[in-house]
C-alpha cells in the first residue's frame, strides 16, 4: 500500500477531491473516485481531479475529471478555478494566467490577487454551442428548455418549480434524445435580476454548484431575452457571475475557489 496526498476544494459548494499527479499518479482514477467520492465510506466528493502537465505547448496544465460514478467529464468550471488556485497558492507557478488543458480545449485561466492569495478567478469558458431546442421539445415527455453545450451538454428549463430537481432531473438526464446522457439546470428568474438555478449533475446527481451549467443558464436566459448578457447566477452553494461577451462570443466565468484541507489515503 502507497499513499497518495489529496486536497479537498470546492467551488461555490461543489467539492472535488484533487491530485497532483505530477508527483503521485494514479493507476485507475475512475475506480478511485467511486470510491473516494462517497460520502459515507469514503472521502466525500463530487468526483476527482488529476492535475498534470500539458503533453502540448499551447497549454501550462492539464485536467482530468472523473465524476462520482467513475465516468471521465469533459469539463468543470468549479474545478478549473480550484485548479488556479492550487496552482498559485501551492507554489506550483507564479503565473495569474494559466492555460489550462480539458477534453474541452485550452481554458484560459485569470487569477484576481488579494495579497499572495487568490480571491477569484475568471475563466474564459470558450463559445457556447447551441442546438434547436424543438428538437428537444418535440419530445412530448420533454419539457421544452434550451440546449447549451459550454463544452459538455447542458439541458437549461425555466420554471417556477426548479427544486424538482431531485425528481425530474434524473430523468432528463437519462433521456432517450441524449445518447451519452446531459447535465440539467432548473432555473428561475429573481425579482432582483438574479437567476436562481439548481443542477442535476450527469454522473453526480444534485450538486450544490456547477459552472459549465451557470454559463450555460446565463447564455439561455439572454436567448429568451431573460436577461442581458451578464448574469448572477445563484446555485445552492454560492453565486457565481457570467458574461457572455458580444465581442468575442465567449462566456466568461468568475467566482471563487476555496481549500478545505489536506489529507493522505492508501492506494
Given at each position: 500500500?502507497?499513499?497518495?496526498?489529496?486536497?479537498?476544494?470546492?467551488?461555490?459548494?461543489?467539492?472535488?477531491?484533487?491530485?497532483?499527479v505530477m508527483q503521485h499518479p494514479i493507476?485507475?482514477?475512475?475506480?478511485?473516485?467511486?470510491?473516494?467520492?462517497?460520502?459515507?465510506?469514503?472521502?466525500?466528493?463530487?468526483?476527482?481531479?488529476?492535475?498534470?502537465?500539458?503533453?502540448?505547448?499551447?497549454?501550462?496544465?492539464?485536467?482530468?475529471?472523473?465524476?462520482?460514478?467513475?465516468?471521465?467529464?469533459?469539463?468543470?468550471?468549479?474545478?478549473?478555478?480550484?485548479?488556479?488556485?492550487?496552482?498559485?497558492?501551492?507554489?506550483?507557478?507564479?503565473?495569474?494566467?494559466?492555460?489550462?488543458?480539458?477534453?474541452?480545449?485550452?481554458?484560459?485561466?485569470?487569477?484576481?490577487?488579494?495579497?499572495?492569495?487568490?480571491?477569484?478567478?475568471?475563466?474564459?469558458?470558450?463559445?457556447?454551442?447551441?442546438?434547436?431546442?424543438?428538437?428537444?421539445?418535440?419530445?412530448?415527455?420533454?419539457?421544452?428548455?434550451?440546449?447549451?453545450?459550454?463544452?459538455?451538454?447542458?439541458?437549461?428549463?425555466?420554471?417556477?418549480?426548479?427544486?424538482?430537481?431531485?425528481?425530474?432531473?434524473?430523468?432528463?438526464?437519462?433521456?432517450?434524445?441524449?445518447?451519452?446522457?446531459?447535465?440539467?439546470?432548473?432555473?428561475?428568474?429573481?425579482?432582483?435580476?438574479?437567476?436562481?438555478?439548481?443542477?442535476?449533475?450527469?454522473?453526480?446527481?444534485?450538486?450544490?454548484?456547477?459552472?459549465?451549467?451557470?454559463?450555460?443558464?446565463?447564455?439561455?436566459?439572454?436567448?429568451?431575452?431573460?436577461?442581458?448578457?451578464?448574469?448572477?447566477?445563484?446555485?445552492?452553494?454560492?453565486?457565481?457571475?457570467?458574461?457572455?461577451?458580444?465581442?468575442?462570443?465567449?462566456?466568461?466565468?468568475?467566482?471563487?475557489?476555496?481549500?478545505?484541507?489536506?489529507?493522505?489515503?492508501?492506494?
Open positions: 500500500m502507497k499513499k497518495i496526498p489529496i486536497t479537498k476544494m470546492h467551488g461555490c459548494g461543489n467539492d472535488y477531491i484533487y491530485v497532483n493507476a485507475d482514477p475512475s475506480a478511485a473516485a467511486i470510491r473516494w467520492s462517497d460520502r459515507h465510506t469514503g472521502i466525500g466528493s463530487d468526483g476527482l481531479v488529476l492535475i498534470d502537465k500539458s503533453p502540448v505547448p499551447e497549454a501550462d496544465y492539464s485536467m482530468r475529471i472523473f465524476n462520482a460514478d467513475g465516468s471521465e467529464a469533459m469539463m468543470c468550471g468549479n474545478a478549473s478555478r480550484c485548479i488556479g488556485k492550487y496552482l498559485f497558492e501551492r507554489c506550483i507557478t507564479d503565473k495569474t494566467e494559466i492555460r489550462l488543458l480539458t477534453l474541452s480545449g485550452i481554458k484560459t485561466l485569470r487569477l484576481q490577487l488579494a495579497g499572495s492569495k487568490v480571491q477569484s478567478v475568471t475563466v474564459d469558458m470558450g463559445e457556447p454551442v447551441l442546438e434547436d431546442h424543438a428538437l428537444f421539445a418535440a419530445s412530448p415527455d420533454l419539457k421544452s428548455g434550451t440546449f447549451v453545450s459550454m463544452g459538455n451538454p447542458h439541458y437549461v428549463i425555466f420554471t417556477h418549480d426548479i427544486d424538482q430537481v431531485g425528481a425530474t432531473g434524473p430523468l432528463l438526464e437519462n433521456h432517450p434524445v441524449f445518447p451519452k446522457r446531459c447535465n440539467i439546470e432548473f432555473a428561475r428568474m429573481e425579482p432582483d435580476g438574479s437567476i436562481r438555478t439548481r443542477v442535476w449533475e450527469r454522473g453526480s446527481g444534485i450538486t450544490q454548484a456547477c459552472g459549465t451549467g451557470a454559463c450555460a443558464t446565463a447564455v439561455a436566459a439572454c436567448l429568451g431575452n431573460r436577461a442581458g448578457r451578464r448574469s448572477s447566477i445563484v446555485m445552492d452553494g454560492g453565486t457565481l457571475h457570467i458574461e457572455w461577451r458580444e465581442a468575442d462570443n465567449h462566456v466568461y466565468m468568475t467566482g471563487p475557489a476555496e481549500f478545505v484541507f489536506d489529507s493522505e489515503i492508501e492506494m
